[in-house]
């Protein structure tokens, strides 16, 4: 291959690459673009997680900041642990205010979101809402496990889950199992916990 070759074909990579980024552009102006697309592009850089509360005294409170889309444990009014967590998606959206842990369940399952499954155990029918999907006939409802779960309101809690780079939940604050057990952990009932944008 000889060097006009290769000019000619970085050339026609980065035009493809900026009518992409254009298409992109067009699209998000236009609102056209998929929900968790939309929502990656306004999330900022993660930062890593860390847990510091082991040793930590003072009183406990959870703050979530939705548009940070980060949670912060504090002990004695300090910062002892930080996570990443992906709150709830467009029309699921996690309600700011101000609330208190009410229940914890380290093996929670969801009574409202899971999957139909058969009597051998086999999904036939996954990520459904129970009351609004019709189960198949031979099939029965398997909530989603929520482990390390703390309810801090009704129909929302904090637990280990998926956390992608944006809001995804259907209301709930997800976080990386690792950092919802050190939440779980530390927190007792009636712990506070802010909600705010």
Same mark, same amino acid.
Request: net charge positive; glycine share 10%.
């Given at each position: 291959? *000889?060097?006009?070759? $290769?000019?000619?074909?970085? =050339?026609?990579? =980065?035009? $493809? ?29 993660? %930062?890593?997680? +860390? ?20 949670? +912060?444990?504090? #002990?004695?009014? %300090? ?10 998606? %467009?029309?699921?959206?996690?309600? /700011?205010?101000?609330?208190?842990? $009410?229940? #914890? ?10 999957? +139909? ?8 029918? @996954?990520?459904?809402?129970?009351? #609004? ?20 309101? %009704? @129909?929302? @809690? ?14 709930? $604050?997800?976080? /990386?199992?690792?950092?919802? #057990? ?8 009636? *712990? ?6």
């Amino acid at each position: 291959m *000889t060097v006009a070759h $290769i000019r000619n074909l970085l =050339a026609a990579l =980065a035009l $493809i690459l900026c009518s992409a980024c254009t298409e992109l552009d067009r699209e998000a102006k236009r609102g056209t673009q998929s929900a968790p697309a939309r929502s990656f592009a306004a999330t900022p850089k993660r %930062k890593p997680a +860390y847990w510091k509360g082991d040793s930590a005294k003072g009183a406990a409170k959870v703050v979530i900041h939705l548009k940070e889309q980060r949670a +912060y444990f504090f #002990k004695g009014g %300090k910062v002892v642990g930080e996570s990443n967590v992906s709150t709830g998606r %467009k029309g699921f959206e996690t309600p /700011p205010g101000r609330y208190r842990v $009410i229940q #914890k369940d380290e093996n929670h399952l969801s009574n409202l979101y899971g999957s +139909y499954v058969d009597e051998h155990g086999a999904v036939v029918q @996954g990520n459904v809402q129970m009351g #609004k999907d019709p189960r198949p006939d031979g099939t029965e409802f398997h909530g989603a496990a929520m482990p390390y779960f703390l309810r801090f309101t %009704k @129909g929302y @809690g904090m637990h280990a889950g998926f956390v992608p780079r944006y809001r995804a939940s259907h209301g709930c $604050i997800r976080m /990386p199992r690792e950092m919802a #057990k050190h939440f779980f952990d530390a927190a007792s009932l009636d *712990t506070p916990v802010v909600v705010q944008e």
